[in-house]
Structures are given as C-alpha cells and as structure tokens.
C-alpha cells in the first residue's frame, strides 16, 4: 500500500511559478507509476501528466505541455510537479496519485492524496 500526500500549493500570479510535490510512504514506492490530476471548482477532475516508475517516461495533457514538469526521487520517495508561466485557469486543486507499474492519463489510479490548492490571480 501507498500513502501520498502532496504539498506546495498556494497562491501565486500569472506567468509565475510553483512546484508541488508529492511525499509517498512505502519500500515499493519505486515499482509505482505517479500521476497528477486536478479538479477547478464546477468541473470533473482532470489529467495532468504523469511519470512512470523508472522516471524514464512522462506525458502531459496538452494543456500544460511546454510549461510543467514533472520529476521524481525514488531514493526519497518524492514525487514533484513544476509549474511555470502559470495562468489563472490552471486554478485548481492538485492531486497526486499512485498506480502499480503503469501511468495511465485517466482516473484509474490505486492510491491519491488529498490535494493541494493552487490558485493563480490574473
């Protein structure tokens, strides 16, 4: 079993940036495709990107491609979501998330976290 739990969320301007990261218990954290989501307020949860449990690999949906990235640390459990030139619709809350082997870009995760807020003013 997974537990993640992200943070690094906050408020921050347009064009700016922030990195959340996301901190994962367990030894097979390693063996474990890690996504992101989010979720704006009056919409369904949505794909970000995610990497594979190698770090070889990564995908993003078009709408952050160019501007996130993601990253992870397997010696520390640690899975990170930069942002840069933010805009105010990528207002949302965050939310990472952990599949055994594969990095699927739609919901069917095992484990997710609780969220983080991210709110980005124009």
């Known amino acids: 079993q997974v537990h993640v739990v992200e943070s690094g969320g906050g408020l921050v301007q347009a064009g700016g940036s922030l990195t959340l990261s996301c901190a994962a218990s367990?030894?097979?954290?390693?063996?474990?495709?890690m996504g992101w989501f989010r979720q704006a307020p009056g919409k369904e949860r949505e794909f970000v990107g995610c990497?594979?449990?190698?770090?070889?690999?990564?995908d993003y949906a078009d709408s952050v491609k160019g501007r996130f990235t993601i990253s992870r640390d397997n010696a520390k459990n640690t899975v990170h979501l930069q942002m840069n030139r933010l805009k105010p619709e990528d207002t949302a809350i965050y939310y990472c998330?952990?599949?055994?082997?594969?990095?699927?870009?739609?919901?069917?995760?095992?484990?997710w976290g609780r969220g983080t807020q991210v709110t980005v003013s124009s």
């Open positions: 367990g030894r097979t954290f390693s063996t474990y495709g």
């Open positions: 998330a952990a599949r055994k082997l594969v990095c699927p870009t739609v919901s069917l995760y095992d484990y």
């Open positions: 990497i594979s449990y190698s770090g070889g690999t990564t």
